[in-house]
């Protein structure tokens, strides 16, 4: 069966870089998007950016855009997200997701159309 595991995550200081990936494997894997989530107590799942997968076109939220650079190498099943100028509220565990529809014609937002996750990552950034 298809899992995703990601990697990369870490205790980093404010300014500092990580980055993260995210490898597929156990079948073909042929989604039609892939995300990176992050999740803080108290808070909902947010959506930090998305790729779709054959054509590779991005989104990013506003919160780090700028910041973090989505990426993935389709050869090797892995996705990737480049975190740079890391803010203490950056702090959060880390997830990467697949979806397998659009919405809207395009990648979509809201993790409940996302139904193949990984187990997480913590990121921490200390000031």
């Known amino acids: 069966q298809l899992q995703l595991v990601e990697s990369g995550g870490g205790l980093v200081q404010a300014g500092g870089s990580l980055r993260l990936s995210c490898a597929a494997s156990g079948d073909t894997f042929s989604p039609y998007a892939l995300g990176w989530f992050r999740q803080t107590p108290g808070k909902e799942r947010e959506l930090v950016a998305a790729?779709?997968?054959?054509?590779?076109?991005?989104y990013d939220a506003d919160s780090v855009k700028g910041r973090f650079t989505i990426s993935r190498d389709s050869a090797k099943n892995t996705l990737y997200l480049q975190m740079n100028s890391l803010e203490p509220e950056d702090t959060a565990v880390y997830y990467c997701?697949?979806?397998?529809?659009?919405?809207?014609?395009?990648?979509?937002?809201?993790?409940?159309?996302?139904?193949?996750w990984g187990q997480g990552t913590q990121v921490t950034v200390s000031s």
């Open positions: 790729i779709s997968w054959i054509g590779g076109g991005t």
């Open positions: 997701a697949a979806s397998f529809h659009m919405c809207s014609g395009y990648v979509c937002y809201e993790s409940e159309h996302y139904p193949l």
